[in-house]
């Protein structure tokens, strides 16, 4: 692969997050950054180094330049003609007055307001040996280093042939206000190499947090797209669900009318019998044997019109009754989660009504599960099924499918291996009706007590933790509480508290 492919394969996806303005801003930062570094790593102490270099140059003019006679004659002069006689001490003496000399041209300036100033001057041959030197009486500064140049005062050459090379050996200190300023000014581009470095630093994290946030849009669009999807085909579910329920409704009414027109024949069955073999012209007398003789030729085949139709006809009621339950129980169902979908709160309309019949209703609804769990369902007793409650039907029989359901599955691993049971009650507390359902589970673990009623809280795995949340928003919404009894050792109870009825005596 080429390499302007493999940059194209690389650079697409940061292209695609952050756009073409994000990549440009992106080369830039990095650009800047990379600038800044190498500027800072480089100039870091250009101030320094700046001033320093002048320093030496000033030192060196100064040195080579300056007169220490009244004739103008500098330190080089003295020091030419001693170095063509260097055993000469009277030319040795000499050079030491000029030295001295070209010192104490240092001194005379304020070291306050001295730009350079010079504490040790040292005069060497070639080989480093010193021949002369000269030490400043001023203080020096304190908190000032100091700094030492060496420069070659005369070179080898002169008119007369090769003659050995004379150094200079200056040791100096910054003046005061020299270093202070110099100082403040290097603090200063210090700063501002920092404050560049700072900002292009913060570009790349703008960009950085850009691209985080974008995932984050992305990831959350994905969601909401998601959950559009799943809330579009459960609002198309609902509506096919309604559909349902309402063929269930109306096939449940045509059961019971052709019911009725049945059980209406079998009364009728009889006498209408009689009545035609009359009108037939049948004797009187022989209706009777033949209507007997019927019956029995239907026994010696094992039928009972009266017994079998009746039975089969109060099976098909009670299979209408169940149809007409669970109908309802599925249109509450469908409305709830409507209403979720539209954002929107059910209408809550409290009735009077007996407990059993709520009770009745929702083990209807449970019957088939009840019975696979080989579950036993202690009953209140008939005083607690006939306490009236003032309650929403369809929500209170919801709320106690959710609870037979939750004590279903928790009866389900019994800590000794009994048989499962949940124990139904009923009773009066004030203006209050209570309706407890006890199960013999392992019981609510008591990390988990005090957020039980929360969605998504649960025992059972993850996924679940809805009935409850939703049956204790159910029974709040009538006017009444769901509670978790404290724990006597075995099992869960919970409790339904609605107001009782006004009919109800207290």
Not at 254 to 278: G, S, T, V, Y
Not at 438 to 451: H, I, K, L, Y
Request: proline share 6%; charged share 25%; hydrophobic share 40%.
């Amino acid at each position: 692969m080429s390499l302007a492919r493999r940059l194209a394969t690389a650079t697409r996806k940061p292209v695609e997050t952050l756009g073409a303005p994000g990549m440009i801003v992106g080369v830039v930062s990095v650009a800047a950054l990379g600038f800044s570094l190498i500027v800072l790593a480089r100039e870091y102490d250009r101030l320094r180094r700046t001033g320093r270099e002048v320093s030496e140059r000033s030192i060196e003019s100064w040195a080579r330049a300056t007169p220490v006679d009244e004739v103008g004659r500098t330190l080089a002069d003295y020091a030419d003609a001693w170095r063509s006689q260097p055993d000469d001490p009277v030319l040795l003496g000499r050079v030491r007055e000029a030295l001295a000399a070209l010192g104490g041209s240092a001194e005379l300036s304020d070291p306050r307001f001295a730009v350079v100033a010079i504490e040790r001057l040292e005069l060497t041959l070639a080989d480093g040996t010193p021949q002369a030197s000269w030490f400043s009486q001023t203080p020096s500064m304190p908190g000032i280093a100091a700094e030492e140049r060496r420069l070659i005062l005369l070179d080898g050459q002169s008119e007369s042939g090769a003659v050995p090379a004379v150094g200079l050996v200056v040791s100096y200190r910054a003046g005061a206000l020299v270093e202070e300023t110099l100082a403040g000014l290097e603090t200063s581009y210090r700063r501002l190499l920092l404050a560049v470095l700072g900002l292009s630093g913060y570009s790349l994290l703008c960009l950085l947090a850009m691209v985080l946030q974008v995932r984050v849009l992305s990831d959350r669009a994905a969601r909401e797209s998601a959950q559009r999807a799943t809330l579009d085909l459960a609002d198309r579910t609902c509506h096919e669900l309604g559909n349902v329920v309402f063929v269930l409704a109306n096939e449940r009414r045509n059961l019971a009318n052709h019911l009725d027109q049945f059980d209406l024949l079998l009364d009728r069955l009889p006498d209408a019998l009689a009545d035609a073999l009359l009108d037939a012209g049948i004797d009187p007398s022989k209706v009777t044997r033949v209507r007997r003789a019927f019956e029995r030729r239907l026994a010696d085949e094992g039928l009972d019109p009266e017994v079998d139709l009746r039975t089969g006809s109060d099976i098909a009621r009670d299979v209408a009754r169940q149809i007409s339950v669970c109908s309802q129980y599925i249109a509450l169902t469908v409305r709830e989660l409507d209403g979720y979908l539209k954002q929107s709160s059910l209408p809550v309309e409290p009735v009077p009504m007996p407990v059993g019949e709520a009770i009745d209703e929702a083990l209807t609804l449970l019957g088939p599960r009840i019975e696979s769990a080989s579950a036993t369902v202690d009953r209140p007793s008939a005083e607690g099924l006939e306490l009236r409650v003032r309650a929403d039907r369809r929500l209170l029989v919801h709320a106690l499918v959710n609870l037979f359901k939750n004590a279903l599955e928790a009866t389900s691993t019994t800590p000794s291996g009994a048989p499962p049971r949940i124990t139904l009650s009923s009773d009066r507390h004030g203006p209050l009706v209570r309706i407890g359902v006890r199960d013999n589970g392992p019981g609510v673990p008591d990390a988990v007590a005090p957020r039980l009623f929360q969605a998504g809280t649960s025992t059972k795995g993850a996924g679940r933790g809805r009935g409850l949340a939703i049956a204790s928003d159910s029974i709040q919404a009538q006017g009444g509480t769901l509670s978790l009894a404290p724990s006597n050792g075995s099992g869960a109870c919970f409790l339904i508290e609605l107001p009782a009825a006004s009919d109800e005596p207290v």
